[in-house]
Structure formats: C-alpha cells, structure tokens
C-alpha cells in the first residue's frame, strides 16, 4: 500500500476548516460505468453497503485484498473458489463476484454488499494519494491534485487528459481560498478553490468548496472535497 502523506500546510490553509466527508456525484457514476471492468493487474478499490448497514472499502491489490473495516484493516490472500473471487485468513474471509460481495468475520457474516461504483471513484483517489479531487457537468470534467507531485486534469467526459506538477499556491486567508496557477509553455491552467459550499449541479450532493478550474481560456466550475 502507498503511505499517505502528511496533509501539508498549503492546503491546511484553506481546507482546514473543511469537513472529512461528502458524498458523490452523478457525473462519477456515469464515468464508472464507461470505464467498465479494470484490468486484473491493476488495483481495484470498491465501497461495499451491506444489507445489514455495515460500509467498507475494499482494494484489491494482485493477489491480496485490503479490506478498511469500521474497526480495523485487514490483508487477505487470494484462495481457490468455484465462483467469484475469495480471500481468506483465518476466521476472516471475503467473497466476491460482480458487484456483489459477502464478508464474514469469525461467527458474524454480513451478506448482500453491494459496491458503490461512484464512491469507489472517491476512495480509490484517497488511497492512491491524491489530495484533493473535484468534479464538474456539461461537459464532465474531473481534478485530481497531490501536494509536492502532479495535478491531473481530465475533461470532456474523459476525452481530454493533462498532467502538470503541482505549483506552490497562492493563499488568501481573508477570502478562504487558495490559486494554483500553471504555465508550461504548452498550455495555461489555473484552479481556484473557495472555501464555500457548493453543490454538484447534476446530483445535488453538497461539498465543503466551490472550484473554478480555467485551462487554455476555457472555464469550467464544480465541486471539491480534500481527501486527507
């Protein structure tokens, strides 16, 4: 697993004062679905609602799986199975096919988990490191941002891609904001995120900043959350 890095003082700053949680976005779900199923050497991170109420993450990494219970991370090898795909150690065992899963620690089994493809979208960019993510509508554009390494820019529902190093921001404490601007010679790229409420204008789900995102004169705006 990466080790998630301290959250630095640039974003503390202007995201401090910001909650941990938010929820998705429609434009996540649609995105995932396009994507269908990813290659089986690539991580694979899913966010499992069981009928009983219990959430976990879970990220499949080669042939073991992490699994972030409410109370503790586990690791699992991979074992042989008639159907889906099952890991086990000791009393713990995990089991899945599509995206449907089935959990059972020790005596207590809880059935019928269903993955939550937008969340997954947003705890598979927590675990990969990133920092700070926001997404917008019409057209579909999604921002993905790690201190001290690269933002990624993918627009126009996925068909347009750009990866920058992330510059030192600009932070104005009076207005809770903080500016990130980017000249490379090829392209201009400039994020403004706000320390206000915002929400997705698709799904309404609400976030904790509002983020203006220009890149080469064109603007786009949506919603961001920090991920660390």
Not at 50 to 62: K, L
Not at 93 to 121: P, T
Request: charged residues 25%; negative net charge.
């Amino acid at each position: 697993m990466k080790e998630q890095k301290p959250f630095i003082y640039v974003l503390f700053c202007t995201l401090a004062l910001l909650a941990a949680c938010a929820n998705t976005t429609t434009l996540d779900a649609v995105i995932a679905e396009s994507l269908g199923p990813q290659s089986q050497t690539s991580p694979q991170t899913y966010v499992y609602e069981c009928s009983d109420g219990t959430r976990f993450t879970a990220r499949i990494e080669g042939e073991k799986i992490w699994l972030f219970l409410p109370n503790q991370t586990l690791s699992l090898p991979h074992v042989p199975s008639d159907s889906g795909a099952k890991y086990r150690e000791g009393m713990i065992m995990f089991w899945s096919k599509g995206d449907e899963a089935m959990l059972e620690v020790g005596k207590k089994r809880h059935a019928h988990c269903k993955n939550n493809r937008a969340e997954a979208i947003w705890e598979d960019a927590k675990l990969r490191g990133v920092d700070f993510r926001a997404v917008g509508n019409e057209p579909g554009w999604h921002l993905e941002l790690t201190a001290g390494e690269k933002v990624v820019f993918v627009g126009d529902y996925g068909t347009t891609r750009q990866e920058f190093a992330t510059p030192e921001p600009i932070i104005d404490q009076s207005t809770r904001s903080t500016t990130y601007r980017i000249q490379d010679g090829k392209h201009d790229l400039v994020i403004l995120i706000q320390g206000q409420g915002c929400h997705d204008s698709m799904s309404g789900d609400p976030f904790e900043t509002t983020v203006t995102v220009i890149l080469d004169g064109k603007k786009y705006r949506g919603c961001g959350k920090a991920l660390h």
